[in-house]
């Protein structure tokens, strides 16, 4: 396959560039928002009503000229009333354009929260599979830059680009109805010269700043990575390396930014030297016109005030364009982001699950993460309602993608899997998940207080619901103790916490919840076996009433349970009771045989 040639990827990029302004487009003109439509109408006219008095100004400045120079009569206004309306024009013009400004504001800052807001909402909603895939500096990256794009593009795309372009189509006509046809072509010229000076460097400069932006990603990811994982660069006296491998990326953003401003500096150098010969060469004009006679001292102002008038927004012109290439560059990463297929998603007019008693069924699955690599192959089993049925084998063997499967982290790719009789695909995906709590092997908690983490569980929880989850769990009386007590911050994932009390106030979260089923997702096999002895009764309890399914790595947890399913290499290998599966002498009695000599080995 050959490699894009450089027309390609600009036409790919101006395609992607019409894709982002239409996606823009409906969040300034929404449907059945009328006040937005209104906003956009009124800040539209005052920033023509601008315009035309600025056009306007210099002619009154070459009035007030002429007059005090003696080249004209007297005007009815005189020299200082000309002045004084000068002042007024030019106080107009600025009143609009702020009042624009103010009457706009709304609709931009609706739009940026509307878009930022259903980007974050669809971030949530794509699957598993691809948020394991994707760092999360990358993705909060890409919105910070993408919802900044949109309202840099909504600001200075209506009015910069649009009002520039107008106000130098006006002082060609002025220029050419008040003076003559020579000099609207020479200030056409300088334009068109400028721009397009302007438009092939900024051009070559969008090049320079997307690899800049790359390597501000990639820095920004290895310093989010380093931070969340400060425990582990702790425990391999590793703070030297990560520092050198953040420096290492930070080299090349460096090499990036001094690339991209010295190719600034080029633009504007070479901008600078285009604005000048075009304004000298009018001036010349107008200077020889006014010896010639042909032109008054107030034309000659008036010629210099025009081109100054028109030199000022044509400076930013090149910061304008780069700033709005690179603003759909980024708007076009985030709506990449928004067209992201979501994996799992509910069909339409899914109803919501109807749990009687919460009987969960496995029916012949097959599952895997990759295709090429099966990780369930044909799995049956039956969880009866109120059962407490525990799932072990070893590891790769599948007993955490049950989990996963069962929650609709991903679709099984053969059988089904049923609660109540309901396939998990036919049914909303929130019903669904409201019906199911899950205790991970590492609880993860917000950077908030206990009271926070626990009320998670349920939304508008009342503190005495909090309360009485957090005794149920066993940690009520910890809390207490605490000098903030349940205000108490838990730092970033929980740090501040042990790990059997993170576990605690993880159980406790379920608790409020109050699911019919509980999944407990190997969650005591972190902790020490005194810490497990104690969080098992905390479990015990929570799991009274329930269909509880257990992933478990040790199983003097999960002796007592109704029933064990064993599974190998992706498949049910044994089911039964403790005592019945070890008097088998099969796989599980194997397992357990090897858990007890080590167990009494670290003895």
């Given at each position: 396959?050959?490699?894009?040639?450089?027309?390609?990827?600009?036409?790919?990029?101006?395609?992607?560039?019409?894709?982002?302004?239409?996606?823009?487009?409906?969040?300034?003109?929404?449907?059945?928002?009328?006040?937005?439509?209104?906003?956009?109408?009124?800040?539209?006219?005052?920033?023509?009503?601008?315009?035309?008095?600025?056009?306007?100004?210099?002619?009154?400045?070459?009035?007030?000229?002429?007059?005090?120079?003696?080249?004209?009569?007297?005007?009815?206004?005189?020299?200082?009333?000309?002045?004084?309306?000068?002042?007024?024009?030019?106080l107009m013009t600025v009143a609009f354009q702020q009042l624009r400004d103010a009457i706009f504001a709304k609709v931009g800052q609706r739009a940026l929260r509307t878009l930022a807001l259903e980007t974050f909402s669809h971030i949530h909603r794509l699957s598993m599979r691809y948020h394991i895939t994707r760092k999360t500096g990358?993705?909060?990256?890409?919105?910070?830059?993408?919802?900044?794009?949109?309202?840099?593009?909504?600001?200075?795309?209506?009015?910069?680009?649009?009002?520039?372009?107008?106000?130098?189509?006006?002082?060609?006509?002025?220029?050419?109805?008040?003076?003559?046809?020579?000099?609207?072509?020479?200030?056409?010229?300088?334009?068109?010269?400028?721009?397009?000076?302007?438009?092939?460097?900024?051009?070559?400069?969008?090049?320079?700043?997307?690899?800049?932006?790359?390597?501000?990603?990639?820095?920004?990811?290895?310093?989010?990575?380093?931070?969340?994982?400060?425990?582990?660069?702790?425990?391999?006296?590793?703070?030297?390396?990560?520092?050198?491998?953040?420096?290492?990326?930070?080299?090349?953003?460096?090499?990036?930014?001094?690339?991209?401003?010295?190719?600034?500096?080029?633009?504007?150098?070479?901008?600078?030297?285009?604005?000048?010969?075009?304004?000298?060469?009018?001036?010349?004009?107008?200077?020889?016109?006014?010896?010639?006679?042909?032109?008054?001292?107030?034309?000659?102002?008036?010629?210099?005030?025009?081109?100054?008038?028109?030199?000022?927004?044509?400076?930013?012109?090149?910061?304008?364009?780069?700033?709005?290439?690179?603003?759909?560059?980024?708007?076009?990463?985030?709506?990449?982001?928004?067209?992201?297929?979501?994996?799992?998603?509910?069909?339409?007019?899914?109803?919501?699950?109807?749990?009687?008693?919460?009987?969960?069924?496995?029916?012949?699955?097959?599952?895997?993460?990759?295709?090429?690599?099966?990780?369930?192959?044909?799995?049956?089993?039956?969880?009866?309602?109120?059962?407490?049925?525990?799932?072990?084998?070893?590891?790769?063997?599948?007993?955490?993608?049950?989990?996963?499967?069962?929650?609709?982290?991903?679709?099984?790719?053969?059988?089904?899997?049923?609660?109540?009789?309901?396939?998990?695909?036919?049914?909303?995906?929130?019903?669904?998940?409201?019906?199911?709590?899950?205790?991970?092997?590492?609880?993860?908690?917000?950077?908030?207080?206990?009271?926070?983490?626990?009320?998670?569980?349920?939304?508008?929880?009342?503190?005495?619901?909090?309360?009485?989850?957090?005794?149920?769990?066993?940690?009520?009386?910890?809390?207490?103790?605490?000098?903030?007590?349940?205000?108490?911050?838990?730092?970033?994932?929980?740090?501040?916490?042990?790990?059997?009390?993170?576990?605690?106030?993880?159980?406790?979260?379920?608790?409020?919840?109050?699911?019919?089923?509980?999944?407990?997702?190997?969650?005591?096999?972190?902790?020490?076996?005194?810490?497990?002895?104690?969080?098992?009764?905390?479990?015990?309890?929570?799991?009274?009433?329930?269909?509880?399914?257990?992933?478990?790595?040790?199983?003097?947890?999960?002796?007592?349970?109704?029933?064990?399913?064993?599974?190998?290499?992706?498949?049910?290998?044994?089911?039964?009771?403790?005592?019945?599966?070890?008097?088998?002498?099969?796989?599980?009695?194997?397992?357990?045989?090897?858990?007890?000599?080590?167990?009494e080995d670290a003895a």
């Open positions: 396959m050959p490699p894009d040639t450089s027309a390609e990827i600009a036409a790919e990029e101006r395609r992607s560039g019409l894709r982002t302004i239409r996606r823009v487009g409906p969040y300034l003109w929404p449907e059945g928002k009328l006040w937005v439509k209104q906003r956009v109408v009124i800040a539209m006219a005052l920033l023509v009503f601008a315009k035309l008095i600025a056009i306007g100004t210099p002619y009154l400045y070459k009035l007030a000229v002429d007059t005090l120079s003696g080249e004209v009569s007297e005007l009815m206004l005189g020299a200082v009333g000309l002045t004084v309306a000068y002042g007024m024009a030019r990358g993705l909060s990256r890409i919105i910070e830059r993408g919802v900044k794009g949109v309202d840099f593009l909504l600001r200075f795309m209506l009015f910069s680009v649009g009002p520039l372009a107008l106000e130098l189509l006006l002082v060609s006509i002025a220029l050419f109805f008040l003076l003559d046809v020579w000099y609207m072509l020479v200030v056409m010229v300088v334009i068109t010269l400028y721009v397009w000076f302007t438009f092939a460097v900024t051009e070559w400069r969008v090049k320079l700043r997307r690899e800049m932006n790359k390597q501000d990603t990639d820095a920004n990811q290895k310093a989010i990575d380093s931070l969340l994982n400060f425990e582990t660069v702790k425990y391999f006296g590793a703070e030297a390396r990560e520092a050198q491998r953040y420096d290492g990326a930070m080299r090349h953003y460096e090499s990036a930014a001094i690339k991209t401003a010295t190719s600034l500096a080029m633009l504007n150098a070479g901008q600078s030297a285009i604005i000048t010969t075009g304004l000298v060469s009018v001036m010349v004009m107008a200077a020889f016109g006014v010896q010639n006679g042909d032109l008054t001292v107030g034309d000659f102002v008036m010629v210099n005030a025009y081109m100054i008038q028109i030199t000022m927004p044509l400076n930013f012109l090149g910061t304008v364009y780069r700033e709005i290439r690179q603003s759909l560059v980024d708007m076009g990463e985030m709506f990449d982001l928004l067209e992201q297929p979501t994996e799992v998603a509910d069909k339409p007019g899914a109803p919501d699950i109807k749990v009687s008693g919460g009987a969960v069924a496995l029916r012949d699955v097959a599952f895997g993460y990759d295709p090429s690599r099966p990780i369930l192959k044909g799995v049956s089993v039956n969880v009866g309602a109120g059962e407490n049925v525990a799932l072990v084998g070893p590891s790769g063997s599948g007993k955490s993608t049950i989990g996963r499967l069962l929650f609709r982290f991903y679709d099984v790719q053969g059988g089904a899997v049923q609660i109540d009789g309901q396939d998990v695909r036919d049914v909303t995906q929130d019903s669904l998940h409201a019906a199911i709590g899950v205790v991970p092997q590492d609880t993860v908690l917000f950077n908030d207080t206990i009271r926070y983490n626990i009320g998670y569980g349920r939304d508008g929880a009342t503190e005495a619901e909090i309360i009485a989850a957090a005794k149920s769990a066993q940690i009520h009386d910890f809390i207490t103790s605490l000098p903030e007590g349940y205000d108490t911050q838990v730092g970033e994932r929980g740090l501040k916490l042990s790990g059997g009390e993170k576990q605690r106030v993880g159980i406790a979260r379920t608790l409020l919840k109050n699911p019919p089923i509980l999944l407990l997702d190997e969650a005591t096999s972190a902790l020490d076996t005194e810490t497990e002895a104690s969080i098992q009764e905390a479990l015990r309890r929570a799991g009274e009433g329930r269909t509880v399914i257990t992933i478990a790595h040790r199983l003097s947890t999960i002796a007592d349970a109704d029933r064990i399913v064993v599974l190998q290499n992706g498949e049910v290998v044994e089911e039964g009771t403790h005592d019945a599966l070890l008097a088998r002498g099969g796989r599980y009695a194997a397992l357990w045989a090897r858990q007890q000599a080590e167990e």
